[in-house]
């Protein structure tokens, strides 16, 4: 079970890699404000109506009804991090960050005792003798 799991999450971050450093370009055709196209890496196919107006030859009527849009996410380039492309700030921040957290799993050899330092009173006399009163 742990190799599987340790398979699956492996597999599962080399995907999370590969899609962040990849660019990635979305094609949208519109029509009257209506999507009727999308495409992944090359352009989107057009409704026609650029055909329609053409065949029309009609040079008063422009031709607002269509609409392409496109947007382009751009991938990492360098996935290496530098401790000198950090700030003073965040340096001291990640520094005493590790520290306290590295810190919480020092072993303890002994714990402490509280009154360690403060002995118990002197019993000068015995009051259950005294008294005579015993546990019964």
């Given at each position: 079970m742990k190799q599987i799991l340790h398979r699956f999450i492996s597999s599962l971050l080399a995907l999370l890699v590969l899609v962040s450093t990849v660019s990635w370009t979305v094609d949208k055709h519109l029509c009257m404000g209506r999507v009727m196209d999308i495409?992944?890496?090359?352009?989107a196919d057009d409704c026609g109506m650029e055909e329609?107006?053409?065949?029309?030859?009609?040079q008063s009527i422009q031709n607002s009804c269509c609409d392409d849009e496109s947007f382009t996410v751009q991938g990492q380039d360098d996935l290496k991090l530098s401790w000198n492309d950090f700030d003073?700030?965040?340096?001291?921040?990640?520094?005493?960050?590790?520290?306290s957290y590295l810190n919480l799993f020092v072993p303890v050899e002994e714990i402490p005792a509280p009154?360690?330092?403060?002995?118990?009173?002197?019993?000068?006399k015995d009051i259950h003798i005294l008294d005579q009163v015993f546990l019964i």
């Open positions: 495409s992944l890496f090359a352009h329609a107006m053409a065949a029309m030859d009609d003073l700030e965040h340096q001291h921040f990640l520094e005493a960050f590790a520290q009154h360690e330092k403060y002995p118990p009173p002197i019993l000068v």
